[in-house]
């Protein structure tokens, strides 16, 4: 796999794969810990979806700040050691269960993913600037990203393991070894990649323009905290939520500032700093759906999946620790819909008495009747496995696929590939509408064959988008701000996740839950519309930057 290609790429790869099992095993279970009653902070599903969706939002709005530290004073090695030590001792953090070390905790994740995550992509793009590799870089980037979900597909079993044989403070240190697997692994392998070390302003002085970038990166920072401040000191400035309005805001100093880049370049410039700019608007669609898998994707696997075993594969599963058993005994147990909550003390309290709530929907002769008698279901965390899964399988077919018609010279461009990304992604919000629908919206069980191909038809979306917009930028940035363009290719997602996170808050508003999924449609069939109408102006700015260089 890693033939004709730099001998960095399985340290990067595997790197990569460590710090992507501690950040999935985490944000696996995240939303699962915020509404736990017992053990967890019993937060109902819109409140957990905000912070969740605000949580990732932040995760990959800092790399914004990390790729100019990086290019301007770090460099990136010092960088990706840095903040992978922060995210590790956030996970670990994570396990204290108390509201003060949570948000701690939480921190430490945001900045130190700021200063690990546009880093290692930039790293691994320097390593294949020499002339025998750039062919390559495209198979490169997708075999990084196939590293990045084996970590993501294995960590959940590790994580359901973990919560059911120790609870979630366990699970939590256990994605902080994986994260400090991963820097030993990166430390290991530094002398195949310390030339692409090659931050743009370190030593000696700056030149007039670098000294303008910095100073309005600087002001632009001060600005964002004190947009955040204001609304977080004044309420309802847009929407009814602190929190939301402080990331909204923030935002806009960020966008100016990119405004400002591409203002402020040299003619030469424009043209591609200008289609990145609409690689970046187009991807956000995607994000806000793509992202929903750790909220209402995670929500329809709790609630609405069958997710009872019997037989072998109860055997199997329960030898893995990633099963549960449920009885017919009356207890106090977290029930999350709607209709068990109450008002007390201005605040939202969960009815907890009674029967698990995944009997909800179930029928009353399938259920167990008696303190004795029980089904085993597997962990619904689990199901944040099938989208890498389905990576680790389909990255290969996809490689192969677009090899073969690099051979014919058929292959589409990059452009060409994100615009059948979005596409492709949409189609999968079909699969929802069919469980809902299959399922009576919702009142009986559906089969987990629905979540597979949703899954499925959106990972074939995410390898033609995702792995093919990191090397875009890579690719297209001018080579003085590589670090920045590829902070504003994590703003995008940042964005995009902090939509998610508003979509899913609102999945209890929803009495027909196919309404929810056709809003998903909707909102990437407008970003492929675009895609498809400014394409060829896209592909002539490719071809004239990138294929001829």
């Given amino acids: ?69 990086a290019d301007k004073w770090l460099g990136y090695r010092k960088s990706i050691i840095m903040g992978g030590l922060m995210m590790g001792l956030g996970y670990i953090g994570m396990s204290i269960h108390n509201e003060t070390a949570l948000y701690a905790s939480m921190a430490l994740v945001i900045f130190g993913n700021g200063f690990f995550k546009p880093n290692i992509s930039t790293i691994l793009g320097n390593i294949y600037s020499e002339e025998q590799y750039k062919i ?31 609870g979630w403070g366990a699970a939590f240190i256990m994605a902080g070894v994986g994260m400090f697997i991963g820097i030993i692994v990166f430390l290991v392998g530094t002398r195949h990649y310390i030339h692409a070390d090659i931050p743009k302003s370190t030593g000696g002085s700056m030149s007039e323009e670098d000294k303008k970038t910095w100073i309005s990166f600087g002001g632009t920072i001060v600005v964002a905290l004190l947009f955040a401040g204001l609304a977080l000191y004044k309420e309802d400035i847009w929407v009814k939520d602190k929190v939301t309005d402080a990331f909204l805001l923030a935002c806009l100093p960020v966008i100016a500032f990119y405004a400002y880049i591409y ?75 709607a209709q068990f909550r109450q008002e007390k003390h201005g605040e939202t309290k969960i009815n907890t008495w009674g029967k698990n709530s995944y009997f909800n929907n179930m029928p009353v002769s399938e259920q167990p009747q008696g303190e004795n008698d029980k089904i085993s279901v597997w962990s619904p965390n689990l199901s944040q496995s099938i989208n890498p899964g389905w990576v680790v399988l389909l990255t290969p077919l996809v490689v192969g696929f677009f090899a073969l018609m690099r051979k014919k010279g058929k292959e589409p461009t990059t452009p060409t590939k994100i615009a059948l990304g979005l596409l492709i992604s949409a189609l999968s919000g079909l699969c929802m509408v069919g469980a809902v629908y299959v399922s009576n919206n919702g009142a009986e069980k559906s089969s987990i064959l629905w979540l597979l191909g949703t899954y499925g038809v959106i990972t074939v979306g995410e390898l033609c988008l995702s792995p093919m917009g990191l090397a875009l930028v890579s690719k297209l940035s001018p080579t003085r701000i590589t670090a920045i363009m590829m902070g504003g290719w994590f703003l995008s997602t940042s964005i995009g996740n902090k939509l998610s996170g508003i979509m899913a808050s609102m999945w209890d508003t929803y009495d027909n839950k196919a309404e929810f999924f056709y809003l998903n449609i909707g909102f990437l069939l407008g970003a492929t519309a675009l895609m498809f109408l400014l394409l060829r102006w896209l592909n002539v700015i490719f071809r004239e930057y990138v294929e001829k260089s």
């Fill in 1 to 69: 796999m890693f033939k004709q290609h730099p001998k960095g790429l399985p340290f990067l790869f595997f790197t990569e794969m460590w710090e992507r099992f501690g950040y999935y095993l985490m944000i696996g279970i995240f939303a699962f810990y915020l509404k736990d009653v017992k053990q967890g902070f019993g937060f109902d599903e819109a409140q957990a979806s905000n912070l969740y969706g605000t949580f990732i939002a932040l995760v990959f709005l800092t790399p914004f700040i990390g790729g100019i530290v």
């Fill in 136 to 166: 390559q870089k495209d198979s490169g980037y997708n075999i990084f990203y196939m590293g990045i979900n084996i970590g993501a597909f294995i960590c959940n079993f590790f994580g359901a393991a973990m919560y059911n044989m120790y």
């Fill in 263 to 337: 203002f402020s370049a040299p003619a030469h410039e424009k043209r591609p700093l200008s289609a990145l700019m609409v690689i970046f608007i187009v991807t956000i669609p995607f994000w806000a759906v793509f992202k929903q898998n750790g909220t209402a994707l995670n929500t329809w696997a709790d609630r609405y999946t069958d997710r009872q075993v019997t037989g072998a594969t109860e055997t199997f599963f329960g030898a893995l620790k990633i099963t549960k058993e449920l009885t017919g005994k009356m207890d106090s147990v977290p029930k999350y819909d």
